[in-house]
């Protein structure tokens, strides 16, 4: 029998985070911008797409790769008749963003989830910060904080605070 740590690892699928994802809507813009705060919340939007249909090829795209956790490659490779047309080719950052930004969100989301089915077992949430040189300083200060996951702080802090932030919680008993 082949050792079990020489095989390739396969990304395993995260349920909750794909649940999270399809009560996204995807919107364009000019969409998004008439929306009342609150239903924003549920909004898939990304600054600068027009066409409903290539907001759609980014959000189904994403939902691929929160879904079957496909690579940020293959993400891309999804997407090319977007980058093309947006020219977008030599903006790797903006991929990037757009990518680790809506997974990151759509993982917290699932998390949150998670937290919620445990009752007892998540009373409390711990926020934890990468804490590397391009942790902000607002998210660093709060590495380790521990506040109850019905906290008015989780309305505001609940990562991801902000486009490639990292962060995300571990929950706590008592």
């Not at 759609?56 to 956790?69: C, L, R, S, Y």
């Not at 409390?124 to 660093?140: C, E, M």
Request: hydrophobic letters at 35%.
């Amino acid at each position: 029998m082949p050792d079990a740590t020489l095989q390739p690892m396969k990304p395993l699928p995260f349920e909750e985070a794909a649940a999270f994802w399809k009560t996204r809507v995807p919107l364009t813009s000019e969409q998004f911008d008439r929306l009342a705060a609150e239903s924003k919340k549920h909004a898939f939007v990304v600054a600068g797409l027009t066409k409903q249909s290539m907001v759609e090829d980014v959000f189904t795209a994403m939902g691929k790769a929160i879904g079957q956790g496909t690579t940020f490659g293959q993400f891309k490779k999804e997407i090319r008749g977007v980058i093309d047309e947006m020219g977008w080719q030599k903006q790797g950052w903006r991929l990037q963003t757009i990518f680790r930004t809506n997974v990151q969100a759509a993982y917290a989301g699932g998390k949150w989830r998670q937290y919620e089915s445990m009752g007892k077992g998540a009373e409390f949430l711990q926020y934890d910060a990468v804490d590397d040189s391009r942790t902000r300083p607002t998210h660093a200060a709060l590495d380790g904080k521990v506040f109850p996951r019905d906290s008015a702080f989780w309305d505001t802090w609940y990562p991801p605070n902000g486009f490639n932030c990292r962060c995300t919680t571990r929950a706590m008993s008592k």
